[in-house]
């Protein structure tokens, strides 16, 4: 079945600085990735839309300069945090459809955790 | 707004019982239903549902849509301690849009 690597599964970073989060599809192109995160005990939460070639669609209350995405190919999508601050520390979680064969389950990454110090 | 909801939001049951979980939505320009399980770190598919009244089943695990009424049920039989976990719904639709997601049923299964 398809893939979705995300990387790093775990980041301990402190307050200020800025995390970089991967999401690649392994054997498939992915024109459209989605960045979730989730608090603990709580559900997946869509943060933003990730479009290769052009500008991510952020969701109502997601700080857009705070959360840069950048899809620069078929197969690669990062999530920046930048500025991180602890209320940033949460578990993010890249993914991805694959249409192939008219395949349209959503397939994830494996998250990140992010604590923020 | 579109909504999936999820009930009960927890449950504990002993091994060996069979379990129910339940997800109901009110969404535009649905398309399909998709079940995952959810333990410590991402979420891993279970199933996918698009037509109403098609039993889809793997192993212990098997689920149903009712696109009339608007929800799917999500049945584990002879539960095991490995079944522990959260069970999230969501929801697709027409386009290459995000899954909306119910806030999930924490399923807690003891010896």
């Known amino acids: 079945g398809a893939v979705v690597s995300q990387h790093p599964s775990r980041v301990i970073c402190k307050s200020g600085t800025s995390v970089k989060i991967e999401c690649r599809s392994l054997?498939?192109?992915?024109?459209?990735m989605f960045w979730y995160r989730q608090f603990p005990k709580q559900s997946l939460m869509l943060m933003a839309t990730s479009n290769e070639g052009s500008k991510a669609t952020y969701e109502q209350g997601v700080e857009k300069d705070k959360f840069l995405i950048n899809h620069a190919s078929l197969t690669l999508s990062t999530l920046t945090v930048t500025s991180a601050h602890p209320e940033d520390s949460s578990f993010y979680i890249c993914?991805?459809?694959?249409?192939?064969?008219?395949?349209?389950?959503?397939?994830f990454g494996s998250g990140t955790q992010l604590s923020v110090l | 707004e579109d909504k999936v909801v999820q009930s009960p939001l927890s449950l504990v049951v002993h091994e060996g019982d069979t379990v129910t979980l339940n997800c109901s939505y009110e969404?535009?320009?649905?398309?399909?239903l998709l079940w995952y399980k959810q333990e410590k770190k991402a979420p891993t598919f279970l199933f996918m549902l698009t037509s109403s009244g098609i039993e889809k089943k793997s192993g212990r695990l098997s689920s149903i849509l009712d696109k009339k009424e608007l929800f799917s049920i999500l049945n584990i039989t002879a539960t095991q301690t490995g079944d522990s976990a959260v069970y999230l719904c969501?929801?697709?639709?027409?386009?290459?849009?995000?899954?909306?997601f119910g806030k999930g049923t924490r399923l807690s299964v003891i010896a």
């Open positions: 993914s991805a459809r694959d249409y192939r064969a008219g395949n349209e389950k959503l397939f």
């Open positions: 969501a929801v697709t639709f027409s386009g290459n849009t995000p899954l909306v």
């Open positions: 054997d498939f192109q992915a024109t459209t």
């Open positions: 969404v535009t320009n649905f398309r399909s």
